[in-house]
Structures are given as C-alpha cells and as structure tokens.
T-cell receptor, first 113, second 112 residues
C-alpha cells in the first residue's frame, strides 16, 4: 500500500488560508491525477498530468492550482477555499494517461471552515 | 462527454448469495472499464477491469461482462462474504485519451 502516498491525511483550514496537498508515487508511472470525492457524488476528475504536462483541467475553479514538478510528485495548492470544497481529495497514478489501471493514494480529508 | 450511470446505489445480500452491479455508458469510444472497491476509510482499489475487445473476464469469485452494443457492463460477485462489504465504483475511459468517468457507486452490504 505504499505505491502512492499522500500528505497530509487530514487538513482543516479557514477560507483565507493557503495550504498544499502532496502526492508521491513510487511506481514509475507517467500519468498522475487529482480527484475530488464528495458524499453521494461520483469521483470527480480534476486534473490530469501526463509526463509532467497538464493535459486536462476539468473546469476546476482557480482556487485549486496543481503543480507537477516531476513524474513522481504532484501538488494541489489551495487558497481562498469555500466550505463546499470540503471533501476527500484523492491522487492517483497510472502508467499512461487514459485507458490504464489507476492506483490511488489514501486521500487527504479536507475540511474548510 | 461521457456519462456513466450505476445501479443500484445500495445492495444488501445474504452471505453466500450473488451480487450484481450494473453500469451504462454513453460514449461508444470508451474502451476500458475498470471496477474499484472502496472500503470505509480506505482508498479505491482496482478489483477487475475489462477492455472493449473482450466480452467477459473472470477472476475467482468476481466477473465482469461487457455489452458494447448496449453500452453496459456489469460486475458479478458470487459466493459473497462479509469482507465483500464496501462501495463499488465502475468507470469508463478510453485510450488514447485522458479522461476517466466514474459511476456514483454502489454500497454493498453482505449480511452474515
């Protein structure tokens, strides 16, 4: 269960705070993803990076800012979030983008007050 | 874009019985269909997947069937056990491409 790791596991932040979520994969994959998981909703794909290049941005508000400095690391920078952004944020990786098995991290449980 | 619908949203079965979860998709270009199991407080984990060039795939007590014409695929779990209790998600994707579309999940409870 150490292929994809995420930190922190839990985060509480105010609406004016700035924080970052970190994801690291040790699987040698070339694609990484950010998902938002809210209660009673499908997993929502937020961003896709392939070979460190952002290839998808699914109409995500600009208060979420991803960064992929290399193929093993992915960040999600958060600023001026809203209470409705409270959710589980999951990172995943796959050998290639699209049509390949994804391996998920344990997620960061975010609460915005 | 793709639309994936999943039914039922909740399912309870007696231990030893079979469970079936169904998903439909709208984009005929989708060619990869994974199923994930997510136990409470844990990450989603792949349990089985199928590609569009195959109609059925089996792995011990778990099987997936795909009907490309009708655009639906199903997860079948036989001889269910209490440890099968979890939320199951279907998804559709296509390669090449970058998108994954998930269903809304099915909460399966296996009653001992």
């Amino acid at each position: 269960e150490t292929g994809v790791t995420q930190t922190p596991r839990h985060l509480v932040m105010g609406m004016t705070n700035k924080k970052s979520l970190k994801c690291e994969q040790h699987l040698g994959h070339n694609a990484m993803y950010w998902y938002k998981q809210s209660a009673k909703k499908p997993l929502e794909l937020m961003f896709v990076y392939s070979l460190e290049e952002r290839v998808e941005n699914n109409s995500v508000p600009s208060r979420f800012s991803p960064e992929c400095p290399n193929s093993s690391h992915l960040f999600l920078h958060l600023h001026t979030l809203q209470p409705e952004d409270s959710a589980l944020y999951l990172c995943a990786s796959s050998p290639l983008a699209g049509g390949e098995t994804q391996y998920f991290g344990p997620g960061t449980r975010l609460l915005v007050l | 874009g793709e639309n994936v619908e999943q039914h039922p949203s909740t399912l309870s079965v007696q231990e030893g019985d079979s469970a079936v979860i169904k998903c439909t998709y709208s984009d005929s270009a989708s060619n990869y269909f994974p199923w994930y199991k997510q136990e409470l407080g844990k990450r989603p984990q792949l349990i089985i997947d199928i590609r569009s060039n195959v109609g059925e795939k089996k792995d011990q007590r778990i099987a997936v069937t795909l009907n490309k014409t009708a655009k639906h695929f199903s997860l079948h779990i036989t001889e269910t056990q209490p440890e099968d209790s979890a939320v199951y998600f279907c998804a559709a994707s296509h390669h090449p491409g970058n998108q994954f579309y998930f269903g809304t999940g099915t909460s399966l409870t296996v009653i001992p």
